[in-house]
């Protein structure tokens, strides 16, 4: 066990900058959540070294690992609980509320019932850690978002996903416009009206808080900031979106969405350009910016081999998530799915080499959306209309695999709203109008690559797109001579597809060129894919714009 400073020591009750405003954090938590001060310990943006010694001293299987990362354990809960997601159904927001399936509302007196429920929690515990940053690195959109946890590991987690202050800043900070307050520890009431379990994660617009119950997965806090900023930052004229983003020599910004397995991290790690950020980012007037001060990176399977910048990132700092170490070294096996394939990391952006800082960039200059089509169907690269990217965008399509999941024999199709549809609070049509206006105010391509197969379904035994061409594809995106290219017109889809691409194979860039089997299993092929579309935009046609309707597949 990790030794504490003891009454006597030349530590204890010594004063710190962080420590320096606790008097008025106390009466702030006090008066806004009754928060009682006189059984409860709270400390304020404590250092690294400190959240460590917390963890290490007070949190059950804690440990650290080889590296130097802190190893937390999120108990049952290994993930995020998107069915237990709610939000309140009050005045101020309730017509903006894309209110359904994503969004199921609960009433301000369950809000209540379940927010006293957290704090009478927090109040039994010992003590309280709380964490004031930022969220948005431009200062004109930034919001300052309050953390109140009972867990160490939970603010070190928020320390690195937030943006840190400066001393000065913090100093300054006054009243939070968002608090978050994290009793995951503790079970919500099932039996509360609203609730489907014991976990509870709710937001509350008109109060400007979350409250945390029953899971103590730390990206829900993550996430739920990314929603927060999904509601605010439109209704500013700032689009919100889930994405990664890099910047280029020249100042080229580039934006790239993509669901889960499609190459979005891998694709935006580009050693020749820097990283704006890896996840979550808004494009203003002035350009784009990164809402987050860190990046939360999947962990299974990392080696230093394929992903070096994520793997030389754990260290002092970062946080392990759920991970298996070896009981003596403490070395990390990144392939032992044991706990959850889900494995995770958070780490301060600053631990990636080529980061931009801070994490800002100019109007992009192309825009990619990722996909991962294992029926073999959808060209490597296609340039699209902006009518076509807002179809897409609201599609958010990729495909799960079989083998990937229990129970999957073939492939699978999977569609997310603007590729994060969990975190969506307003029609999808609102996020893609805007992104369709600022690309043409700004004169944007746009781009839908393919990473999954070619010349065959996956079932068949065809490949996926090698790595090697697809980053082909997207150099030449970047130099700007594929846009100068010769294109021709991919059936149903209508998509513009390149015919040459130096170092590329030219079969592969047509899918029906490139398949090897029956042309007429092909056809079939595209057209149930597109019947897909077709089905899957039924559910967002109604808020959707005639322009956006036409321009899906023709099946």
Known sequence: MVATPRPGSPYHGRP?????THSKIEEDLHDVA???????????N????????????????TVISSAGALCAYSGKKTGRSPLDKRIVQEETSDKDIWWGPVNTPISEHVFSINRERAIDYLNTRPRLYVFDGFAGWDPKY??????????????????NMLIRPTDEELENFGNPDFTIFNAGEFPANRYTTGMTSTTSVSVNFKRNEMVILGTEYAGEMKKGIFTVMHYLMPKAGVLSLHSSANEGPDGDVSLFFGLSGTGKTTLSADPKRQL??????????????????????????LSAEKEPAIFNAIRFGSVLENVVLDEETRVVDFSDDFLTENTRCSYPIDYIPNAKLPCMGGHPKNIILLTCDAFGVLPPVSKLTPEQVSYHFISGYTTKVAGTEDGLTEPTPTFSACFGSPFLVL????????????MSQHKANAWLINTGWIGGSAASGAKRCPLKYTRMLLDAIHDGSLEKGNFETFEVFGFQVPTDVPGVPSELLNPRKAWTGDDAEFTASLNKVAGMFQENFKTYESGATAE????GPKA
């Open 16 to 20: 710190t900058s962080s420590m320096s």
């Open 276 to 301: 704006i950020g890896d996840d979550e980012h808004c494009w203003s007037d002035e350009g784009v910016f990164n809402i987050e001060g860190g990046c939360y990176a999947k962990c299974i399977d």
């Open 46 to 61: 404590p250092s690294v070294a400190v959240l460590y010694e917390e963890a290490l001293t007070y949190e059950q299987g």
């Open 427 to 438: 029609h999808p049509q609102r996020y893609a109008t805007m992104l369709a206006d600022k």
């Open 548 to 551: 956006t309707i036409a321009a």
């Open 142 to 159: 930034r919001i300052k978002v309050r953390v109140v946890a009972s867990r160490a590991y939970h603010l070190l987690f928020m320390r």
């Open 34 to 44: 009754g928060i009682d001060y006189d059984k409860v310990t709270i400390k304020r």
